[in-house]
């Protein structure tokens, strides 16, 4: 998968994802906080850190999806996972962390929606593997 490949989100999508967004981040933290073993995907002393990486995620995807231009995904994709896996994040949160926001995508766009921003989050899973964590 190329980033080149990637469809434009279009801003009713964004508009969508961007009024929902309080209630996106709440789902995401609470499939979290409801597994038992949270910590174990977090490291200790996280949960801080997690949340805020909640925030700046949906707030990052919006703002690169109404500004058209994909360049920083990789770098920022890069800087994340690295500093992140750093604090004793493990590489299995972020697996789980872009699937719970699928989850909540499908929840509130359209089907058409939902498989271009999808494709968006299986770009960024698969550039996990390049990460040790």
């Avoid at 699937?99 to 929840?107: M, T």
Wanted: charged share 25%; aromatic share 18%.
């Amino acid at each position: 998968m190329s980033i080149n490949s990637l469809a434009k989100i279009e801003i009713e999508t964004i508009n969508k994802i961007e009024i929902n967004k309080e209630q996106l981040i709440a789902q995401v933290n609470s499939k979290f906080l409801k597994h038992t073993k949270f910590e174990d995907f977090i490291g200790e002393n996280n949960l801080n850190s997690m949340k805020k990486n909640h925030t700046n995620h949906i707030n990052f995807v919006i703002s690169l999806w109404k500004a058209g231009d994909l360049s920083t995904l990789d770098n920022t994709l890069a800087w994340v996972f690295k500093s992140y896996l750093n604090h004793g994040f493990k590489r299995s949160y972020f697996y789980l962390e872009l699937n719970f926001w699928l989850e909540g995508y499908k929840e509130i766009l359209e089907i058409e929606e939902f498989n271009k921003v999808k494709e968006y989050y299986f770009y960024m899973l698969s550039q996990l593997f390049y990460f040790e964590g």
